[in-house]
């Protein structure tokens, strides 16, 4: 069943206060002169683990706005975040649009009163759940990660799609897994799997000598160039791209891990123009239509004819839950460190991508 969001009622109890913010009424074009009069600059930075993670959005958006100079920096939401803490704290350069993963963050900035209310345009179509009820957070896009085989190495027919598939002794040495203690999505996955199936589970996972590499990507990467037939800690277009051996394929009957990637503009942020205009443009179904997984609009259909992400079984607000609860999962992470061995190899964005791990 699913969990109410708690971070959600959070943003209620302390907003109930603050004067109602109107949703945006003006059009994307308006929005547009109003950046380009500003200066047309905008300071984004963007939850990732791979340099050019932004790079199909942003093309996207400066094909649309041709005048607005973005300066972007993709790095872990983990370091994002104290680092815009630190600039709060030290009276240093903000982005204009923070947009991370690590949804308890911007729980906890909007008590402080650090982000900016405001109600992008096509707000009111955003699922409940995935923005703040006085618009100082709006959940953008959502993201699954789930199974990703390579046909040409492993069948369609005999690819692991449920929990227990991943211990066939076929598949020893031969999957590629994110440390998940060194990427909450990725602990939450193994949190699951050990609330499901236990520990002995976790313990037979791991006899199974799967590769074990830091980031989300690489895993991704290393199955599309055709190293490892198999994963579960990497995401994908829900749809196959045309002549491609990459698959995404859902559980057949287990839980999987969506989340809703969110973005607030801060309320020190010196290009709010720009940042307005960003954040309605990724409302819009010109982006929505596009992103190539599960869009925030109840308007809005799924690519390839999957149904809503609420119809599967999966859980934005479970993961935003999990988020909140830090005391339960930093003890989670040291187990699964204990279970896994030490962290190893170069941060995810220093990683040369052409080597395998």
Known sequence: MKRILMGAIASVMISTAAPAVEIESRTL?????????????????????????????????????????????????????????????????????????????????????????????????????????????????????????????????????????????ALKGKVILTYPHDDDAVLYQFWHLK???????????????????????????????????????????????QDSPVKFLLPKKDFFLTWIQTAAIPAKAKNKATAKLYTSWMLSKRFQSKWLQWPVRTDVEAPGGFKAVQHHNTSPEDFHRFMLDRATQERFRFQMEQLVGPIEGVSPLDMDYGLKP
Do not use: C
Not at 208 to 220: K, Q
Not at 221 to 240: C, D, M, N, Q
């Open 29 to 169: 074009d308006q929005l547009y002169t109003a950046a380009k009069e500003e200066g047309g600059n905008l300071v984004l930075w963007a939850g990732g683990d791979k340099p050019d993670q932004s790079d199909f959005i942003l093309d996207m958006f400066k094909e649309d706005f041709p005048d607005i100079n973005v300066i972007h920096r993709v790095d872990l939401s983990k370091y994002h975040a104290p680092r815009f803490d630190n600039a709060l704290e030290n009276g240093g350069e903000v982005p204009d649009v923070i947009q991370l993963q690590t949804l308890y963050d911007f729980d906890y900035w909007t008590r402080r009163g650090e982000l900016l209310a405001y109600k992008p345009k096509d707000w009111d179509k955003v699922y409940p759940a995935y923005r703040d009820p006085n618009g100082h957070w709006t959940g953008l896009f959502g993201v699954s990660f789930s199974n990703l085989i390579n046909t040409d190495l492993i069948g369609e027919d005999k690819a692991p799609r449920d929990a227990m598939d991943y211990l066939d002794p």
């Open 195 to 241: 609330q499901k199936y236990g520990w002995d589970y976790l313990e037979k996972l791991v006899a199974n000598e799967p590769v074990w590499v830091r980031g989300t990507s690489m895993p991704y990467v290393a199955i599309g160039s055709g190293w490892y037939p198999a994963s579960f800690t990497t995401s994908w277009s829900l749809v196959p791209f």
